[in-house]
């Protein structure tokens, strides 16, 4: 779940609708990731693993419970690690990949209803540059 304050609301606005952070399985974590997250936790990577963490060969994920990711909390709609979550749940749902392929900006603005979809893929596309280029 994205930050509403840290993008051009222009073409999103996050409706806490809670769907990125459903499913069976989470986003994976990148090295750094794992660190940041650990530190955030305040807990050593050994211990955010084992409380945290859904380790399958080299791939690390967050643990699912109930459906979603152990982080995401019902009572406030949103993430519970917000400052230590992983680069990919930073990154949704203003992907460069909707850049390079329209039928990614189809895939990604029917799972994410706080895209505006008014604007048309190139209106769209245009925006995002901008706000990619400026981050
Ligand atoms: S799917 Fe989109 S609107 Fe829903 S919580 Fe995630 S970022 Fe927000
Ligand atoms: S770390 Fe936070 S933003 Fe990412 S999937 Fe889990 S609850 Fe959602």
Known sequence: ???TTTHN???FQCSRCGFCCHGETTVS???FDQQRMAAELGLSI???RAQYWRVTGQVVQMKVVD???IFYDEAIKGCSVH???PERCREWPLHPSILA???NYQTITASCPGL???LGYAAFCARLKEILDRD
């Open 116 to 118: 505006n979809r008014e």
């Open 101 to 103: 392929d329209e039928s």
């Open 67 to 69: 459906g979603h990711c």
């Open 29 to 31: 974590l990148s090295p």
């Open 9 to 11: 609301q222009e073409i």
């Open 46 to 48: 050994e211990e955010a």
């Open 1 to 3: 779940m994205e930050d």
């Open 83 to 85: 400052l230590g979550r």
